[in-house]
C-alpha cells in the first residue's frame, strides 16, 4: 500500500528500534517516538538508511496529552495512520515491599494507560480509513510473572486481555489488534536486571521485530485478539 504509515513507541533501541528498521525497509512512514531527543535523531537515521521515510516525535508515553498529541502529528504529517506498536514500557524488578508506589504508578501509567490513550487516538482514524493493526507488546511474565515481576507480570496481563477485547470490537471495522508475548529479549532493559542472564537462551531484538512486522498480512485476520507467545 503506497503512503502506509506505522508509530512505534519506545522506538530508539530493543524491540521498537528493530521494528521501525524493518517497517523503513518495506518503505513505510515511520513515526518513531521516545523521550531523549539525541537517541530519537539517531534512530531516525537508521530508519532513513534502512529506506523509509522517518518523523522523530519526542513523547513522554506516561503523559496522556503528549501521547494524543503524538497520534496526531502523525497523522496530520502522512495523511493516515496503518499500524500503531505501542512496545514503550517499563519493567521495575522487585518483591511487593520494593516496588515503591511511585514505581507502582508509572507502570500503570506506561504499561497500561498508555496503551489505552494511543488505542483510543487511533481507533476513529483507523476506522475512518476502513481498518489497521494495533500490536501491543506484552511479555511472557504476564502468564509466569517469576519472583520479583509482580506488578510488571500483572500490567502485561491487562495488555493480553486489553488486546483481546479491542480485537472484538475493531472487527467491524476491519481493526486488527494483537499482544505479542516475547521471554527474555537481549536489550539494555533485560541485562540489567539480569547480568548473568545466558546469552543463547535470549532472543534477538529483531526476532521479537520479525513477528510485529509479520501481523500486518490480512492473511492473520482471523487470529486478531490472540497473545502470541515468542520463546528462543
Not at 16 to 39: K, Q, S, Y
Not at 49 to 57: K, W
Not at 210 to 216: C, D, G, H, N, Y
Request: charged residues 15%; aromatic residues 6%; contains cysteine.
Amino acid at each position: 500500500m503506497p503512503n502506509s504509515t506505522c508509530i512505534i513507541t519506545g522506538a530508539t533501541r530493543g524491540i521498537g528500534r528493530a521494528t521501525a528498521l524493518r517497517f523503513a525497509a518495506d518503505g513505510w512512514n515511520v513515526v518513531i517516538a521516545a523521550r531523549h531527543a539525541e537517541a530519537l535523531e539517531q534512530a531516525a537515521e537508521q530508519v532513513v538508511a534502512a529506506g523509509g521515510r522517518c518523523l522523530p516525535l519526542v513523547t513522554d508515553v506516561g503523559r496522556p496529552a503528549e501521547v494524543r498529541r503524538l497520534v496526531a502529528t502523525a497523522h496530520e504529517r502522512f495523511g493516515r495512520i496503518d499500524v500503531l506498536v505501542n512496545n514503550a514500557g517499563v519493567a521495575p524488578l522487585g518483591t511487593i515491599d520494593e516496588i515503591t508506589p511511585e514505581a507502582f504508578d508509572q507502570v500503570c501509567a506506561v504499561n497500561i494507560a498508555a496503551i489505552y490513550q494511543a488505542t483510543r487516538a487511533v481507533w476513529p482514524l483507523m476506522q475512518d480509513q476502513g481498518g489497521g493493526l494495533i500490536v501491543n507488546l506484552s511479555s511472557l511474565a504476564s502468564v509466569d510473572p517469576f519472583r520479583g515481576f509482580a506488578v510488571y507480570g500483572a500490567s502485561k496481563a491487562w495488555v493480553n486481555l486489553f488486546s483481546q477485547a479491542m480485537a472484538a470490537e475493531g472487527r467491524a471495522h476491519g481493526i486488527r489488534v494483537f499482544a505479542v508475548a516475547p521471554g527474555a529479549v537481549e536489550t539494555e532493559l533485560m541485562r540489567s536486571a539480569f547480568p548473568d542472564f545466558p546469552a543463547d537462551k535470549a532472543l534477538a531484538p529483531d526476532d521479537v521485530a520479525a513477528v510485529i512486522v509479520s501481523l500486518w498480512n490480512a492473511g492473520l485476520s482471523p487470529c486478531s485478539g490472540q497473545t502470541l507467545f515468542v520463546r528462543k
